[in-house]
Nanobody, 125 residues
Framework: VQLQASGGGLVQAGGSLRLSCVDSGLTFSRYVMGWFRQAPGKEREFVAGISRSGNSQYYADSVKGRFTISRDNAKNTLYLQMNSLKPEDTAVYYC???????????????????WGQGTQVTVSS
């Protein structure tokens, strides 16, 4: 599994960005996938997670109603649509995946074996 994230950038508050994460491996549909982020001086935090089929999504309270996680298993791609962005959303965003994650562990960074390289999102006020 090799995860390659893209789509970050600089946007004004209230704007939108869509992050993508492509898996170059062949077993994408077997993996629970998610997004974490880390702001300068802060701990890495869970943003969103999605089941293998894509039928179930999970969000941090801070992004619920603004962010949408989705996946296209035919394209081996994970997405994060981010709307109504706020300056506090500024961080490096990482896509993650693991075949063994269970729902109760989905918000734990230690549950994921595979991490992408991160993409910077900067929201100006």
């Amino acid at each position: 599994v090799q995860l390659q994230a893209s789509g970050g950038g600089l946007v004004q508050a209230g704007g939108s960005l869509r992050l993508s994460c492509v898996d170059s491996g062949l077993t994408f549909s077997r993996y629970v996938m998610g997004w974490f982020r880390q702001a300068p001086g802060k701990e890495r935090e869970f943003v969103a997670g999605i089941s293998r089929s894509g039928n179930s999504q999970y969000y941090a309270d801070s992004v619920k109603g603004r962010f949408t996680i989705s996946r296209d298993n035919a394209k081996n791609t994970l997405y994060l649509q981010m709307n109504s962005l706020k300056p506090e959303d500024t961080a490096v965003y990482y896509c993650v995946g693991d075949p063994t994650v269970i729902t109760s562990s989905m918000r734990m960074s230690s549950a994921y074996h595979y991490w992408g390289q991160g993409t910077q999102v900067t929201v100006s006020s």
